[in-house]
Each structure stands twice: as structure tokens, then as C-alpha cells.
């Protein structure tokens, strides 16, 4: 299998696995740079993650061009990914999400941060991005390069960003790593929120992870650890785990 058909089954996989696990719905996306031409990037057309087929994906510039578009519509908010690829040469994958358990997180002054050692690739506190401050009231999306370097920029070399009334982005080094934190973003935003609801609120009286201690497990988000999680969740989603591109 070459590394192109390994990338295009693997986005195939994510998009079903994210909705299966209730990180996405009828909207969302996930991306991975090109395999071959580190330049562009493969994003599916518009279409609910649950319907994705390998047909559906296709190539971009980081602008935002289309390749060989074939009459297949675009996800407006394909200049998240574009932009965040164009600043992030480390980045292999990135999804967009309107994980429900976030949305609380980005409206609010509630930090998110990592208090269960498997939501540690969240990073040390997760920043938010807010469209209105520099570019006034819009329609929340990220319909433009201008917003998805703003966007990019804010993410800055994290894992993570929450945006307000929106929803969040998740960056990764490859597929199976930014669905892997993009699935315990979500889990570590409804812990949190109960780990508020019994200290009535109070941010102090819950213990967080050390920054110390998110970084020693960070380091152990191995290939191995992904791949176990990505096995379970590619069988519940009804797709089977493939090897690695020869």
C-alpha cells in the first residue's frame, strides 16, 4: 500500500470513528498533509463525517485551491487547515470539532486543563480563540486565510484551541494522534465540568495535573498507545485497523 492509499483510508477511518464517538455530528472535518507534496493538503468535500468515502477526499493547496475539485463542494472552513499547515510544518493532521463538552469552556472564563492522565495531550491549558476580536461580528466560521492564520497563530505550537461559540481545533502528528486528542478533549471537558459541579464551582479545590506531569505523559503517547485506542475505536466504527504504509 502506498502512503497516499494508507492516508486516504486513514481519513476515511477518522471521520467514521469522530462521529462514532460523538465528536462530531453532521459537521466537522479532519485533514492530513499530502503524503507526497507536503505543500497540500486532502480534506474531504462537504459532507456529514459518518458519509465519508475515499472518493469524497480531496487535494488543496494550503490556499484553499482545489486540486481537481470534480464538481465536489468545499467545507467553507477548509482555511483552518490550510493555515495551521502553512504555520505548523510539524503538523500532520488537524481536525475541526463542535465537541459539546468544550462549548462551555470557550464562552466562559473556566480554563480547560487536564485533571485525568489520558486527557494530558491536551496540553497544559487550553487557549481560546475568540473570531469577534479582530474581526467583529461574523457568522463564527472561519471562511477565510486571514481568520485561519489568526486561528493558527493563536494555536501557537499546542495541541489544542477551544473557539468561542464554535466549537475547537486539534492539531496532530498524524491522523491517529489528533483524533486521539481530539476524543479526550471532549472526555476531559465533561470531567472537568463535574469535578466542578462537586467543588460547587470553586476552580481551586480541583486538582490538576502538574505541568510537569503533563509533560512526562505527553512522552508516552507512543505509536503504541495510539494504535491500541485507534484499533478500539476503528472496530466500534465498524472499520478495521490498517498497517502502517510500507
Excluded at 490556499?63 to 482555511?79: C, K, N, S, V
Amino acid at each position: 500500500m502506498s502512503k497516499l492509499d494508507f492516508i486516504l483510508e486513514e481519513l476515511v477511518t477518522a471521520n467514521r470513528i469522530l462521529a462514532n464517538e460523538g465528536i462530531v455530528d453532521s459537521f466537522g472535518h479532519v485533514s492530513a498533509r499530502h503524503p507526497d507534496d507536503p505543500q497540500h493538503f486532502l480534506l474531504s468535500r462537504a459532507r456529514a463525517p459518518e458519509r465519508i468515502e475515499r472518493d469524497d477526499i480531496v487535494e488543496y493547496t494550503f490556499d484553499g485551491t482545489a486540486i481537481d475539485e470534480r464538481g465536489r463542494a468545499p467545507y467553507l472552513e477548509r482555511f483552518i487547515h490550510g493555515a495551521i499547515y502553512e504555520a505548523r510544518p510539524d503538523v500532520h493532521a488537524v481536525v475541526h470539532n463542535h465537541s459539546p463538552s468544550t462549548i462551555p469552556f470557550g464562552v466562559t472564563t473556566k480554563k480547560l486543563k487536564p485533571l485525568l492522565h489520558m486527557c494530558a495531550s491536551m496540553g497544559h491549558e487550553v487557549p481560546v480563540w475568540d473570531s469577534h476580536d479582530k474581526f467583529g461580528d461574523t457568522a463564527l466560521l472561519v471562511s477565510d486565510m486571514d481568520m485561519g492564520r489568526d486561528l493558527a497563530h493563536l494555536i501557537g505550537p499546542r495541541p489544542t484551541a477551544l473557539m468561542r461559540g464554535h466549537g475547537a481545533t486539534v492539531v496532530g502528528r498524524s491522523v491517529r494522534h489528533a483524533v486521539f486528542v481530539s476524543v479526550y478533549l471532549e472526555l476531559g471537558a465533561k470531567l472537568q465540568m463535574q469535578a466542578m459541579a462537586m467543588s460547587l464551582g470553586e476552580m481551586g479545590e480541583i486538582k490538576f495535573l502538574t505541568p510537569g506531569e503533563v509533560d512526562k505523559i505527553i512522552g508516552r503517547v507512543t505509536p503504541y498507545t495510539l494504535n491500541r485506542a485507534w484499533e478500539n475505536w476503528a472496530r466500534r466504527a465498524g472499520r478495521e485497523m490498517q498497517p502502517e504504509a510500507g
